[in-house]
């Protein structure tokens, strides 16, 4: 199929599919159009040429207002310019055909979103996608789109992979610009790609690399392509469980998900976390100061506008003392050496991406090991502390029939992406795939 | 943490919090003191700084 065809194809699977699924708060679809009669005329070749794809709302598209999740955000003027991501993946041939769900400013790990309703689970529609990119999630595991872009400050990208079954990436703090890109808490937000194989997922990662000067945390590194490394195998990596605290009180789906992965990778090693809890402590601090700062003009005239599923917290990240914040960014100076640490003994670890698959929504507790958690609070327990670090992190679906899936992180030293491609390369042959 | 002294800080950052959301903030403020309490309890070095993003090399 060409650009055209191929886009035409999935604003047909949009048009069907998303009444249902609520991926979508909006499909452009005349600029896909154009952009695929582009790629079409010029020839364009590549693994992107003609694939289309879709942004978390928060990634500035030219010409509309970037929502943010949130109601505040639709009265903007429209941006002026599409963020440097959409940028880039347009340079390689990819097709914008429209913008996603997420909790409102990216703050919740559900998609609940109480202004444009919540993004319902593919396989099983009665359940959450994840959050806060679950629209990013589900429009990939829906087939809606090959591909998505979402963003990840304490697990935002890998939470709702997990839960919808599908490959994603979040990379090393400053490694892609998030220039364009609505934030959460500046000094943790990442953006990164969703997709349903590796090889669009490294492709996709490949077209995002390279410096930008208006994003302040973007580094200036070489391009460190990762789509000629997918077929190294893993046989000379040293590669660890992770275990300790939270990441030993899963549900059964996530204890087997991680021991089918550690089969297929011979992981015998186990290797403990670092003060995982105290780590997702300070993510906790952090996120509620930099939010509330960030809103506190909202907040102080038109509260009522926020979705009451963030207003709260962000009302009282306003009045958190500086102290305790402080704290949790010095914490952060020690976790991220710490972290690195653990790779004198290991190349890549393995830990669950989140402690249980998708539950209904509007659930607000789940039972482990006979034991009552917050539903929301309790799915970014696993994926803060690596967002913290600010190490690479790729999740791979574990999907078995009949079940819902679930996703195992594959963990790196910061700027060894290519060490994680490779093994979710040999996982996605052994047979973990999105079904 | 009670309703009174979360309505004084608030005024302190001239915001106003709506009845409404009083207990949802008390709720994610003793949260928060929670994960401060644990933070706070691990050592660290006088010469450990914030993490922070800004680099010199740009500058």
Known sequence: MNASERVEAALARIRED????????????????????????????????????????????????TLAGSKINAGLPPAKRDAYAVRKLREAGAVLVGSLNMDEYAYGFTTENSHYGPTRNPHDPNRIAGGSSGGSGAAVAAGLVPLALGSDTNGSIRVPASLCGVFALKPTFGRLSRQGVFPLAASLDHIGPFARTVSDLAACYDALQGYDEEDPACAQ?????????????????????????????????????????????????????????????????????????????????????????????????????????????????WYGQAIVTLFGKADVLIAAATPFSATPIGEDTIEISGKKHPVRATLGLLTAPFSFAGVPVLTVPVAKSGKMPIGVQIICAPWREALAFRVAAHLEKEGFSCG | MTETSIKAAAAAVDLSIPAKSLPGVKAHLERCATAAKLIEEFPLPPETEIAGTLSHERL
């Open chain 1, 221 to 333: 590194r070489a391009l460190q392509p990762v789509v000629p490394v997918l077929d190294s195998g893993v046989e000379d990596l040293r590669i660890a469980v992770g275990v300790g605290g939270p990441y030993d009180n899963l549900a059964p789906e996530a204890r087997n998900a991680v021991e089918d992965v550690a089969r297929s990778l011979n992981a015998t090693e186990r290797v403990e976390i670092p003060e995982p809890e105290r780590a997702r402590a300070a993510t906790v601090l952090i996120t509620s100061a930099e939010s509330s700062s960030l809103h506190l003009p909202n907040l102080r005239t038109r509260p009522r506008d926020f979705d009451p599923m963030t207003r709260d917290r962000l009302l009282a990240g306003a009045l958190l003392p500086a102290h305790w914040v402080l704290q949790a960014q010095r914490f952060r100076q």
């Open chain 1, 18 to 65: 998303d009444r249902e699924l609520n991926c979508f708060t909006a499909v452009y679809e005349e600029r896909a159009r154009r952009e695929a009669a582009e790629v079409d005329s010029s020839g364009m070749q590549g693994p992107l040429a003609g694939m289309p794809y879709a942004v978390k709302n928060l990634f500035d598209i030219e010409g509309f207002p």
